[in-house]
């Protein structure tokens, strides 16, 4: 008799669930839902797993700029360049119980190239089952709430098959989004930029540099993409001026400038001319082939219709309790992989735990006051600290990754993974282009290596 109630307490625990992308958040997001003995569908626009890190070489189709149609969908998913090697070690990127072990035939380096964390993915995917969860070559083009009256929110998702054109509308009890959020290109207002008559393109479209061969190129943003891209464009194009907000630089990129003749720092740009000069702030100028931004991405939903109650202002997606849940519409529908500048992998995981068991029952939120009024304590602390409003979701701090762990207890992110991932960083800085093949945290990585993350891992 107990037996029974019980399953039938579960099954009333079981939501339907739609996972949008099978990226590392959506893989990790679906199976953690069906861990939590929810019934989940996963829709992924692409031929297979990786999201990101599924490579796709031909961006022909592509506007340059990225630019689409009112809730229009860019033809590309992947920002991914065909030399792109990981910005941190193989060693802490791997979720808490699916170590990115280095294997043999494969690349082997502790900071590999894009395909092998592709790989991890698929064997990630396959390795817990998650694979026979996803529908490849389906795009969301809505989500939205069912119209009845009910206490009980559901959705309606709206889905076309890329290859048939078959549409299909389902009811959800609840929506996890995770999209991604490296393919939507955010540029910069510059004057003059509209009627720009020479190439412009952004990196979302940069796959390699023969393009730009004896070109003169204004590389505009100093991030890491944009550092990596000069460094290779040095090689074919003519010049490679490096537009940055800040010229207070690192020792890395500085030695990187010093060793290339034709590599050039500069100011922030002042505006266009139809002649094709560029005109730095400070009044210098070239006359340029191409411009490339590395401006970054913007964070875009266009399938969502939530009446008003999500809204991204200014690359802020809000308001999301935790960079979770939105309050009014919680927990039935729930966003994972917003926040940037932190270990992705075990966070998305910590997230994905998290949604679940909410969405199980197993654990409750706040209120939607408490929540609603704890991201407006969020909001205020970030003005206070002067952080502009597109770097809301720009975390940088373990201790807030910590205790995000907390609220499912997920275990903390081990000491061994905080100062590996601090290491890499301090020797990029300093040693920009060798820090993914000359390091010298061999403690460090010995201390991981013996770890449980590892030990317990029967490869």
């Known amino acids: 008799m107990v037996s029974v109630t019980l399953s039938e307490a579960s099954r009333s625990r079981s939501k339907k669930v739609c996972v949008i992308g099978a990226g590392p958040s959506g893989l990790v997001s679906a199976?953690?839902?069906r861990k939590e003995g929810h019934k989940v569908v996963v829709m992924e626009q692409n031929n297979d797993v990786g999201g990101q890190w599924l490579y796709q070489p031909n961006v022909k189709e592509e506007d340059p700029l990225g630019s689409v149609p009112t809730n229009g969908a860019l033809k590309v998913h992947s920002s991914i360049y065909s030399s792109l090697r990981l910005t941190s070690p193989r060693e802490i990127m791997g979720y808490s119980d699916f170590p990115f072990l280095a294997k043999k035939g494969r690349d082997m380096r502790r900071f590999p190239g894009h395909k092998e964390l592709w790989l991890y993915l698929k064997d990630f995917s396959e390795a817990f089952g998650v694979r026979e969860m996803i529908r490849f070559n389906v795009r969301v083009e809505f989500v939205g709430e069912e119209d009845k009256n009910e206490d009980v929110k559901r959705w309606i998702v709206r889905s076309k098959e890329k290859l048939s054109g078959k549409v299909t509308e389902e009811i959800f009890?609840?929506?996890?989004?995770?999209?991604g959020h490296y393919s939507h290109p955010r540029l910069p207002s510059i004057k003059g930029m509209d009627s720009w008559k020479r190439k412009q393109v952004h990196s979302h479209v940069y796959r390699v540099p023969d393009p730009f061969r004896n070109e003169v190129v204004v590389v505009v943003g100093n991030s890491m993409s944009g550092q990596d891209i000069s460094i290779e464009l040095v090689e074919e194009a003519k010049e490679v001026h490096l537009s940055s907000k800040s010229l207070d630089i690192t020792s890395g990129l500085s030695k990187v400038i010093s060793k290339y003749p034709n590599l050039h720092?500069?100011?922030?740009?002042?505006?266009l001319k139809d002649d094709g000069r560029v005109i730095f702030v400070d009044g210098s100028w070239v006359v340029a082939d191409t411009i490339l931004y590395c401006t970054g991405y913007s964070y875009k939903f266009p399938f969502l219709?939530?009446?008003?109650?999500?809204?991204?202002d200014d690359d802020r997606v809000g308001p999301l309790?935790?960079?979770t849940f939105p309050p009014p519409l919680s927990p039935s529908l729930s966003f994972v992989g917003i926040p940037r500048k932190l270990i992705g992998f075990p966070f998305f995981e910590a997230q994905a735990k998290w949604i679940a068991q909410v969405l199980s029952g197993k654990l409750s939120l706040p209120s939607s006051d408490q929540m609603l009024q704890s991201v407006a304590d969020f909001y205020r602390s970030r003005d206070l600290a002067g952080v502009p409003k597109h770097n809301t979701h720009d975390i940088a701090d373990f201790t807030y990754c910590d205790k995000y762990a907390d609220y499912v207890g997920f275990p903390h992110l081990e000491e061994w993974r905080k100062l590996l991932c601090l290491s890499a960083l301090d020797n990029s800085q300093e040693n920009l282009e060798t820090y993914r093949d000359c390091w010298d945290d061999h403690e460090l990585l010995q201390e991981a290596m013996q770890s449980s993350h590892f030990t317990n891992f029967n490869s």
Do not use: M, N, W, Y
């Not at 009890?173 to 999209?179: E, G, I, Q, Y």
């Not at 720092?265 to 505006?271: G, R």
């Not at 219709?305 to 991204?312: A, D």
């Open 31 to 33: 199976r953690e839902l």
């Open 173 to 179: 009890d609840a929506v996890v989004v995770a999209t």
């Open 265 to 271: 720092l500069q100011p922030q740009i002042e505006c």
């Open 305 to 312: 219709e939530s009446k008003g109650r999500v809204e991204v």
């Open 321 to 323: 309790f935790e960079h």
